[in-house]
């Protein structure tokens, strides 16, 4: 890699742009995070994150610039300032029920936002680089194990939204201009940054309060669904390499291992110390203590109007490709997120 790299991040304040933003200051790059206007600064809303600190250790090399995907007059600003040789496109809105809720501003964001994007950085700069962050929601019902290939059919408004902008924006400016575009196809990824409203945060946060006898229990959806989860530090190293490559291609990103939603309760509740029981059927199941109290109940209303109920990756072109592969296992990735859950709520009471 040369010297004196640039990278523009949008969604720098999310779970991946913090990993990505760490990775790419500890390779040399000057980083700059695309970040919607607000009254206070940027930095204090992120002021957690471990990269916090490389920002003021880093001879600025951290910057943050004023923008937003439905906003073309911003994006091409923050482009002409930041000059950027890669782009990570990491904005969206990700939340998969809540897509179902406000179809419109997801599509919005996630597919015209990156129309945008591409329009204004190519026009700027047409060798840039561009990755693109996709999903496996892309894939819908597809029967798994899904790859590069696989025919994608998504059951939601967000799954519809990404594959939109990976088929007409990403693809479809790398055939007909012969743009820099990639996208990575990433399968769940977590981590201690992944937001609350997430399920696996949304466990492991709560058995770490049950544990801290600050909550009674928790109340979840389909704990039957399968995902292929891994640790989102690990899929920042896959986008870089992406854009290192001699020519742009689409890479799936996954551990190649599923799991139940039920199997991250279970590691989740361990890690926490506690071994659970099960009893009863359907939505009349609970997960049960040592002491026979319940701490976990299913909601019907945690549950999607559809949903995937099937993810598992094929990372066989990336390891080939890319030489990548996850460093975090399923159960480091459980214990890593309670732990950290512990730490935070031990700290705060």
Request: aromatic fraction near 10%; avoid cysteine; proline fraction near 4%.
């Amino acid at each position: 890699m040369k010297k004196g790299k640039t990278a523009l991040i949008t969604g720098i304040t999310g779970q991946d742009g913090s990993y990505l933003a760490e990775n790419l200051l500890k390779k040399g790059y000057k980083v700059y995070g695309l970040v919607r206007r607000t009254s206070s600064e940027p930095a204090h809303r992120i002021q957690d994150l471990a990269f916090f600190d490389i920002y003021y250790g880093s001879k600025k090399q951290l910057k943050f610039i004023d923008g937003n995907l439905r906003d073309s007059e911003t994006l091409a600003r923050a482009i002409n300032e930041s000059e950027p040789d890669e782009i990570y496109n990491l904005a969206a809105q990700s939340d998969v029920g809540i897509s179902f809720k406000i179809p419109g501003e997801t599509m919005e964001v996630n597919y015209y936002g990156v129309g945008r994007l591409l329009n204004e950085a190519l026009k700027i700069n047409p060798k840039v680089r561009i990755y693109q962050a996709s999903t496996s929601e892309m894939f819908g019902k597809t029967n798994p194990p899904q790859n590069e290939m696989s025919e994608l059919q998504p059951v939601s408004p967000y799954g519809e939204s990404k594959m939109k902008a990976h088929v007409d924006f990403i693809k479809g400016y790398r055939d007909r201009y012969g743009a820099f575009t990639t996208s990575g196809i990433l399968f769940n990824h977590e981590s201690p940054r992944r937001g609350k409203n997430f399920v696996t945060r949304k466990i492991t946060h709560a058995f770490a309060k049950i544990k801290l006898g600050l909550q009674d229990f928790v109340e979840l959806g389909n704990i039957e669904a399968k995902r292929d989860w891994g640790f989102a530090g690990d899929y920042v190293e896959a986008m870089w390499k992406m854009l290192q490559q001699p020519k742009p291609e689409d890479f799936v990103i996954a551990t190649g291992i599923t799991h139940s939603v039920r199997d991250f309760v279970e590691a989740a509740a361990e890690a926490a110390g506690m071994k659970l029981g099960w009893k009863g059927k359907g939505l009349d199941e609970v997960a049960y203590d040592k002491r026979g109290k319940v701490i976990l109940k299913i909601n019907k209303e945690w549950y999607r109007p559809t949903d995937v109920h099937y993810l598992l990756g094929d990372p066989s072109k990336a390891r080939k490709v890319l030489k990548w592969k996850p460093k975090v296992d399923f159960h480091g990735l459980v214990d890593m997120m309670v732990v950290a859950d512990l730490r935070e709520l031990s700290r705060k009471n």
